[in-house]
C-alpha cells in the first residue's frame, strides 16, 4: 500500500484552471480518470488525512503511486478528454456502465444504392439510420411486417439481391406487394430511396402527416369509384395504426426526449433509459454498474450520459433530456450534448405533468432492474466462489485462484499447429485477455513438445513485461517504465494454469515454468478421458466429484480454451488451402490478381498466356508480366480432383469451370 504523500505535488504546482487528470498504479498503468474546473482544490482533496476520505477513495489513493494532469480551455473539453480517456484506458476505480445484453436495433441501410431495413446488434456503422433500441427482436419484425404495406422497402440480404436480379424473378414478398422489387426493375434506385426516407421519417414520429395523406387518397379514390384502390388505402391506414399502437402514447406527438432513471444503493447503481420518439416510447435499455468510485447520483447521471451519448451524433441526440438529478457541470454538459446533436439540447429534471409520471415509471424499472441483477448476481457469486475454493483445496493451493489461464493444443495430422490461451478471473471468461499462438520451433505433431514451446513464449513475454515495469532488473537498475497507462499483453501472472491434456503435457508446462525460475503458479491439467485432474510429480491424479462446481469450471476453461483453439486453426487451414500460385508472386495485390482472373477467366488460361498477352491487363506491366509468367511455370502441376460419388476425374476446363 503506497502512502499518498510520497507522491503529492508540491505546493503551487497544481495549475488553478480546468482540467482532466490521471492516477497511475506501481506499473504506469492508468487506474483513475477524473476532470475538474479547477484542478488545485480537486486534486487538493485527495492528499487530506486517510481517515476522511471515502472508502473507495482511500483504496484508490493508497494504490496509485502516482498523478498527472492536462490543462484544457473549456469544461467541456474536459468532459470529452475524460470520456476518451476512459474509453482508452479503461482504469479500474472509474464508474463504467455496461449493457446487460446485446439489445436489437431496427435499422435502415441508407448507405447503400438500394437501403434496406434489417434487424442489427453490435457496434453502429456509419451511413445506416438506427431506430430503438428494442427489448426483442420478435417485436421489430412484427413492426416492420405491418408497415411494408405501405412503405415496400427492400428487406432481402445482398444473396437474395444479387439471384433475384440474375434470374429476373422478385422473391415472394415482392409478388405479395410488401417489396417494390427494386431488383428487377420495378422501380428506381430514386423512387426507392424516397420510399426509404418516408419509412424513416415514419419512424422518427411523424406519423400523423402519412395518415392524413392516405385518408385524403382513400377519400379521392371512392369519389372517383376507384373502390378497389380506396380498399387497399384503408387497409394501409389499419396497418400503419396497428404500429403505431405498438408503441404506447405517453408525450405530446412533437416530443423527442430521453429519460433516464437511477436506482442505487452503497455498492450498485442502475441505470433505465427510455427512448421517446413522436410522443411514444419507441425504445428501452439498462445498464448495471458497480460503484467502484465515490459518486453522488448527479455524478451517476453524467457517467450514465457520457456513456449512452458519447459515440452518438445528429438525430441520436434528442431535443430534450430529462434526468433525476443535474450533473455538477450541468451547463458544461449541456453545451457537450448540444455539440454532438448539432442543435440546442435541454437537459433538466422534469418537475411536474406528464414527464414527471413518466419518470417515475422510468425510476420504477431501475429499480426492478437493480433487484433482479441482485438477485442474480447473489447466486451467481456463491456458485463462482465455491468452485474457486474447491479448486484451491483440490489442488493444495493457498488461496483460491483468482486468474485462471489454460492452454490447448490443436492441428490437423501435424499441419498447422496452434495454440490457444484463454483467462478466467473470478470465474468469468475475460476474452480481451485471450491470445492464440503458432506452432514456430517444430514441424509436425507433438503435443508435448508444443505445450513446452507455448508456457515458455507466454511465460517469457510476461518476465519481460515485468522488466519493462521495473519490478525487478538483472543488473539492480530500475529501467525507464512505458508511460502509456494500456493494460500489457502478458503483464498479469495467473495462480493456476490449466493445459488440455494428462500426465505429459503437464509435465511440459512444469519444465517450461521451472527453466524460466517461475515457481510461484500452479499447474495443473484436465485429461478428457475421465476428467481426471493431473498434477506434477504426481502418479494419480485427483479426482473431483462429478457434481462438483469446481470440476464444471475447470470443464468451462478447457472447453472454451479448445474451441479458441480449434477455431484459429481452422481459419489457417482455410487459408492456406484458399492459396493459389498467384500468391506467390511478389507485389501482385488481390486487386491484380481479381483483374487477371477476369481477364483470361481461369489460372489455366493464365499459364498459357504470353507475356505481351498478360500485358494487355489494366495496370500490369511487363516487368510484373514477367514475374507472372514465371511464377505459373515454376508452379506444380495440382493434382486432379476427383468426383467421390462416380470415381471420375474432374478436368477443369478452357472457362475455369468444372465438369
Same mark, same amino acid.
Given at each position: 500500500?503506497?502512502? $499518498?504523500?510520497?507522491?503529492r505535488p508540491k505546493p503551487g504546482q497544481i495549475p488553478d484552471s480546468p482540467g482532466v487528470y490521471k492516477f497511475r498504479d506501481e506499473h504506469r498503468r492508468v487506474i483513475y480518470v477524473g476532470k475538474a474546473k479547477s484542478l488545485r482544490p480537486r486534486l487538493s482533496s485527495y492528499f487530506q488525512d486517510l481517515a476522511n476520505l471515502h472508502p473507495r477513495t482511500r483504496t484508490m489513493v493508497t494504490t496509485a503511486a502516482s498523478v498527472e494532469w492536462t490543462v484544457?480551455?473549456?469544461?467541456?473539453?474536459?468532459?470529452?478528454?475524460?470520456?476518451?480517456?476512459?474509453?482508452?484506458?479503461?482504469?479500474?476505480?472509474?464508474?463504467?456502465?455496461? &449493457?446487460?445484453?446485446?439489445? $436489437?436495433?431496427?435499422?435502415?441501410?441508407?448507405?447503400?444504392?438500394? $437501403?434496406?431495413?434489417?434487424?442489427?446488434?453490435?457496434?453502429?456503422?456509419?451511413?445506416?439510420?438506427?431506430?430503438?433500441?428494442?427489448?426483442?427482436?420478435?417485436?421489430?419484425?412484427?413492426?416492420?411486417?405491418?408497415?411494408?404495406?405501405?412503405?415496400?422497402?427492400?428487406?432481402?440480404?445482398?444473396?437474395?439481391? =444479387?439471384?433475384?436480379?440474375?434470374?429476373?424473378?422478385?422473391?415472394?414478398?415482392?409478388?405479395?406487394?410488401?417489396?417494390?422489387?427494386?431488383?428487377?426493375?420495378?422501380?428506381? /434506385?430514386?423512387? !426507392?430511396?424516397? @420510399?426509404?426516407?418516408?419509412?424513416?421519417?415514419?419512424?422518427?414520429?411523424?406519423?400523423?402527416?402519412?395518415?392524413?395523406? @392516405?385518408?385524403?387518397?382513400?377519400?379521392?379514390?371512392?369519389?372517383?369509384?376507384?373502390?378497389?384502390?380506396?380498399?387497399?388505402?384503408?387497409?394501409?391506414?389499419?396497418?400503419?395504426?396497428?404500429?403505431?399502437?405498438?408503441?404506447?402514447?405517453?408525450?405530446?406527438?412533437?416530443?423527442?426526449?430521453?429519460?433516464?432513471?437511477?436506482?442505487?444503493?452503497?455498492?450498485?447503481?442502475?441505470?433505465?433509459?427510455? !427512448?421517446?420518439?413522436?410522443?411514444?416510447?419507441?425504445?428501452?435499455?439498462?445498464?448495471?454498474?458497480?460503484?467502484?468510485?465515490?459518486? &453522488?447520483?448527479?455524478?451517476?447521471?453524467? !457517467?450514465?450520459?457520457?456513456?449512452?451519448?458519447?459515440?452518438?451524433?445528429?438525430?441520436?441526440?434528442?431535443?430534450?433530456?430529462?434526468? /433525476?438529478?443535474? $450533473?455538477?457541470?450541468?451547463?458544461?454538459?449541456?453545451?457537450?450534448?448540444?455539440?454532438?446533436?448539432?442543435?440546442?439540447?435541454?437537459?433538466?429534471?422534469?418537475?411536474?405533468?406528464?414527464?414527471? &409520471?413518466?419518470?417515475?415509471?422510468? !425510476?420504477?424499472?431501475?429499480?426492478?432492474?437493480?433487484?433482479?441483477?441482485?438477485?442474480?448476481?447473489?447466486?451467481?457469486?456463491?456458485?463462482?466462489?465455491?468452485?474457486?475454493?474447491?479448486?484451491?483445496?483440490?489442488?493444495?493451493?493457498?488461496?483460491?485462484?483468482?486468474?485462471?489461464?489454460?492452454?490447448?493444443?490443436?492441428?490437423?495430422?501435424?499441419?498447422?499447429?496452434?495454440?490457444?490461451?484463454?483467462?478466467?478471473?473470478?470465474?468469468?471468461?475475460? =476474452?480481451?485477455?485471450?491470445?492464440?499462438?503458432?506452432?514456430?520451433?517444430?514441424?509436425?505433431?507433438?503435443?508435448?513438445?508444443?505445450?513446452h514451446e507455448v508456457i515458455g513464449r507466454r511465460f517469457k513475454r510476461y518476465l519481460a513485461e515485468k522488466e519493462k515495469t521495473g519490478e525487478w532488473a538483472d543488473d539492480g537498475a530500475v529501467p525507464e517504465p512505458e508511460d502509456d497507462g494500456r493494460p500489457k499483453r502478458f503483464a498479469y501472472p495467473p495462480q493456476l494454469v490449466v493445459v488440455d491434456g494428462g500426465q505429459p503435457q503437464v509435465a511440459a508446462a512444469k519444465r517450461a515454468l521451472d527453466e524460466l525460475g517461475i515457481d510461484d503458479v500452479a499447474v495443473c491439467g484436465l485429461a478428457k478421458r475421465l476428467e481426471e485432474v493431473w498434477l506434477p510429480d504426481d502418479d494419480d491424479p485427483v479426482v473431483l466429484p462429478r457434481s462438483s462446481e469446481g470440476l464444471y469450471l475447470l470443464q468451462r476453461v478447457r472447453d472454451e480454451a479448445h474451441r479458441f483453439a480449434i477455431t484459429y486453426q481452422r481459419v489457417?487451414?482455410?487459408?492456406?488451402?484458399?492459396?493459389?500460385?498467384?500468391?506467390?508472386?511478389?507485389?501482385?495485390?488481390?486487386?491484380?490478381?481479381?483483374?487477371?482472373?477476369?481477364?483470361?477467366?481461369?489460372?489455366?488460361?493464365? =499459364?498459357?498466356?504470353?507475356?505481351?498477352?498478360?500485358?494487355?491487363?489494366?495496370?500490369?506491366?511487363? =516487368?510484373?508480366?514477367?514475374?507472372?509468367?514465371?511464377?505459373?511455370?515454376?508452379?506444380? /502441376?495440382?493434382?486432379?480432383?476427383?468426383?467421390?460419388?462416380?470415381?471420375?476425374?474432374?478436368?477443369?476446363?478452357?472457362?475455369?469451370?468444372?465438369?
Open positions: 500500500m503506497a502512502d $499518498p504523500s510520497s507522491y484544457v480551455s473549456t469544461e467541456v473539453e474536459a468532459l470529452q478528454l475524460e470520456y476518451t480517456w476512459i474509453k482508452e484506458f479503461d482504469p479500474r476505480f472509474n464508474v463504467k456502465y455496461r &449493457d446487460d445484453k446485446s439489445y $436489437p436495433y431496427l435499422a435502415v441501410t441508407m448507405n447503400e444504392e438500394f $437501403p434496406r431495413v434489417q434487424v442489427m446488434r453490435g457496434a453502429k456503422k456509419k451511413g445506416v439510420r438506427y431506430f430503438g433500441p428494442y427489448g426483442h427482436a420478435w417485436a421489430i419484425r412484427e413492426t416492420v411486417d405491418l408497415m411494408l404495406r405501405v412503405f415496400p422497402v427492400r428487406t432481402c440480404s445482398a444473396g437474395v439481391f =444479387k439471384n433475384a436480379a440474375r434470374t429476373g424473378r422478385p422473391c415472394l414478398l415482392g409478388y405479395i406487394g410488401k417489396c417494390s422489387a427494386p431488383c428487377v426493375g420495378r422501380v428506381t /434506385p430514386e423512387e !426507392h430511396r424516397e @420510399l426509404a426516407d418516408d419509412f424513416c421519417d415514419f419512424m422518427t414520429g411523424r406519423t400523423g402527416t402519412y395518415i392524413r395523406r @392516405l385518408e385524403k387518397d382513400m377519400t379521392a379514390a371512392a369519389e372517383e369509384m376507384e373502390y378497389e384502390r380506396a380498399a387497399r388505402l384503408r387497409d394501409d391506414i389499419e396497418a400503419l395504426k396497428r404500429a403505431m399502437e405498438k408503441s404506447a402514447v405517453v408525450l405530446a406527438d412533437a416530443t423527442d426526449a430521453d429519460l433516464v432513471a437511477l436506482a442505487e444503493d452503497e455498492l450498485e447503481a442502475a441505470v433505465q433509459i427510455f !427512448h421517446v420518439r413522436g410522443g411514444r416510447v419507441r425504445g428501452q435499455r439498462g445498464w448495471v454498474t458497480d460503484k467502484v468510485e465515490n459518486v &453522488d447520483t448527479a455524478g451517476l447521471v453524467e !457517467h450514465a450520459l457520457q456513456q449512452l451519448y458519447g459515440e452518438e451524433s445528429g438525430d441520436a441526440v434528442p431535443k430534450e433530456v430529462l434526468v /433525476p438529478a443535474l $450533473p455538477e457541470d450541468a451547463e458544461a454538459v449541456g453545451q457537450w450534448l448540444a455539440e454532438r446533436r448539432g442543435s440546442q439540447v435541454s437537459l433538466r429534471v422534469p418537475q411536474r405533468g406528464d414527464k414527471k &409520471d413518466l419518470m417515475e415509471t422510468v !425510476h420504477r424499472n431501475a429499480q426492478q432492474s437493480l433487484v433482479l441483477h441482485k438477485t442474480r448476481r447473489a447466486s451467481d457469486l456463491t456458485t463462482r466462489s465455491r468452485a474457486l475454493e474447491e479448486i484451491a483445496a483440490a489442488l493444495g493451493l493457498d488461496a483460491a485462484p483468482l486468474r485462471i489461464e489454460c492452454f490447448d493444443i490443436s492441428h490437423l495430422q501435424g499441419d498447422d499447429v496452434v495454440a490457444s490461451m484463454v483467462v478466467f478471473e473470478d470465474g468469468l471468461a475475460r =476474452k480481451s485477455e485471450y491470445r492464440r499462438f503458432q506452432i514456430k520451433g517444430f514441424e509436425g505433431q507433438d503435443d508435448v513438445r508444443s505445450m489457417k487451414r482455410a487459408k492456406r488451402l484458399k492459396s493459389g500460385p498467384l500468391d506467390a508472386v511478389p507485389g501482385l495485390g488481390e486487386t491484380r490478381k481479381q483483374a487477371l482472373i477476369k481477364h483470361f477467366g481461369s489460372v489455366k488460361r493464365l =499459364k498459357q498466356a504470353t507475356i505481351d498477352q498478360i500485358c494487355e491487363v489494366p495496370g500490369i506491366g511487363r =516487368k510484373t508480366a514477367e514475374t507472372v509468367a514465371a511464377a505459373l511455370a515454376a508452379a506444380a /502441376p495440382a493434382a486432379p480432383a476427383v468426383n467421390t460419388a462416380t470415381g471420375e476425374i474432374i478436368e477443369e476446363d478452357d472457362g475455369g469451370s468444372t465438369t
